[in-house]
Nanobody, 121 residues
Framework: QVQLVESGGGSVEAGGSLRLSCTAS????????MGWYRQALGRQRESIAM???????FIDDSVKGRFTISRSTTENTVYLQMNNLKPEDTGVYYC???????????????WGQGTQVTVSA
């Protein structure tokens, strides 16, 4: 099993910045990708940013140019730098990890507990 611990959420005014962190621990063999989803109140969880490698990164159009994802493979940690935050960025941000237990095993997805981000106008 893989456990995820998130940190860095909070409340900011529009235009402010926050940095989210998520560290994976447990019986880790191979993490194939790490990233972030966001769930606003009353809406479905949506993918914001994912990274398999620096050359294989997804950033949703709604945050492109404002959010940056980075990853430390040695520390099994993924970061989300959020700049120029807008009220519509408000929601619970979930860290997600895709992990393979052996070289030939199927990939399993794990989720963090979520961290609240609130942006006021």
């Amino acid at each position: 099993q893989v456990q995820l611990v998130e940190s860095g959420g909070g409340s900011v005014e529009a235009g402010g910045s926050l940095r989210l962190s998520c560290t994976a621990s447990g019986k880790i063999y191979r993490i194939t990708s790490m990233g972030w989803y966001r769930q606003a109140l009353g809406r479905q969880r949506e993918s914001i940013a994912m990274q398999a490698s620096p050359d294989n990164t997804f950033i949703d159009d709604s945050v492109k140019g404002r959010f940056t994802i980075s990853r430390s493979t040695t520390e099994n940690t993924v970061y989300l730098q959020m700049n120029n935050l807008k009220p519509e960025d408000t929601g619970v941000y979930y860290c997600t990890v895709n992990h393979r237990e052996t070289e030939i095993a199927w990939t399993k997805t794990f989720w963090g507990q979520g961290t609240q981000v609130t942006v006021s106008a």
